[in-house]
């Protein structure tokens, strides 16, 4: 069988090629990769690199041959993950799982009108697939940990609602074992559990094994406070964004629940406190 992974030398395809190659060592992996640089890393692990990029059909097509199952990391540029399908169609692929996110009904930044589309192109397709609906990755909050770690501080101002998230690298586990598995259910929602920032504050005091002033602050004060403590500003921004999101009580946050996830991987999520100690080990 040979299996392809997109996007394989970023965060996500990096995971997933891990676990591909404890689930499936039989099967030739291949990572697709926009250049021969980023494909370096995967080499050297043993894995096949072919060079493709999404906004390219002609390099898909060639990239793709041989194919039989893919696991189609999403991008957000609009309109160009059509090469994509269109490519997987003409080279004779069987099977697509696509990382789509979680609740495309509602608002997602705007993130749900790619998805959506994409979803409908794979359809349109004929290929047999599975839409991995994806909640929110737990590195979007890597700033507060890293304020937490740094300063023996939490900061936060989303003192309202909740956020879905789980690890990325628990998204990736849930990828590999549908690539390998070929799921027969069209749509799986992986969805972490939902945690108001008051308990991402607890979890966090929880790893650090010692109670943290915690600050609740305001939207405007809260990047400034972390920047001044030497936070990278986009992360402390990425943060901010997500508190906002969270703060918007119709959201469809508390909607989310993790029993199909845990039944795709075959065991628990990590629990905040583990989340939060993998992250400030970064």
């Known amino acids: 069988m040979n299996?392809?992974?997109?996007?394989?030398?970023?965060?996500?395809?990096?995971?997933?090629?891990?676990?591909l190659k404890k689930f499936a060592p039989d099967a030739n992996i291949f990572g697709l990769v926009r250049n021969e640089a980023k494909g370096v890393a995967l080499k050297e692990k043993g894995i096949n690199v072919r060079i493709g990029d999404f906004s390219d059909k002609a390099s898909l097509i060639e990239a793709?041959?041989?194919?039989?199952?893919?696991?189609?990391?999403?991008?957000?540029?609009?309109?160009?993950?059509?090469?994509?399908?269109?490519?997987?169609?003409?080279?004779g692929i069987k099977f697509i799982s696509y990382t789509s996110i979680f609740q495309p009904a509602l608002d997602r930044f705007g993130l749900e009108i790619n998805h959506k589309q994409t979803e409908n192109w794979i359809n349109e397709s004929g290929i047999k697939h599975v839409f991995l609906r994806n909640s929110w990755y737990a590195e979007l909050n890597q700033a507060v940990f890293d304020y937490a770690q740094k300063t023996g501080k939490f900061a936060y101002f989303a003192d309202q609602g909740k956020l879905s998230f789980a690890?990325?690298?628990?998204?990736?586990?849930?990828?590999?074992?549908?690539?390998?598995?070929?799921?027969?259910?069209?749509?799986?929602?992986?969805?972490?559990?939902a945690r108001s920032y008051a308990e991402i504050a607890v979890g966090t005091e929880e790893a650090v094994g010692k109670d943290l002033d915690i600050e609740i602050t305001t939207a405007n004060n809260f990047v400034p406070t972390l920047v001044a403590a030497g936070i990278s500003p986009n992360w402390a921004g990425v943060s901010q964004t997500?508190?906002?999101?969270?703060?918007?009580?119709?959201?469809?946050?508390?909607n989310a629940d993790p029993t199909e996830f845990e039944k795709v991987l075959g065991h628990p999520l990590a629990n905040m406190e583990e989340i939060a100690r993998e992250l400030m080990s970064k």
């Open 167 to 193: 690890l990325k690298r628990e998204y990736a586990e849930a990828g590999a074992r549908v690539i390998v598995d070929g799921y027969d259910q069209e749509v799986l929602n992986l969805a972490g559990k």
């Open 3 to 19: 299996i392809m992974v997109t996007g394989a030398n970023g965060g996500y395809g990096s995971y997933a090629i891990d676990y």
């Open 242 to 254: 997500y508190q906002e999101h969270t703060l918007d009580l119709d959201n469809g946050e508390d």
């Open 64 to 91: 793709f041959k041989g194919i039989d199952r893919l696991l189609f990391v999403s991008v957000s540029i609009p309109g160009i993950q059509k090469n994509v399908v269109d490519a997987a169609v003409e080279d």
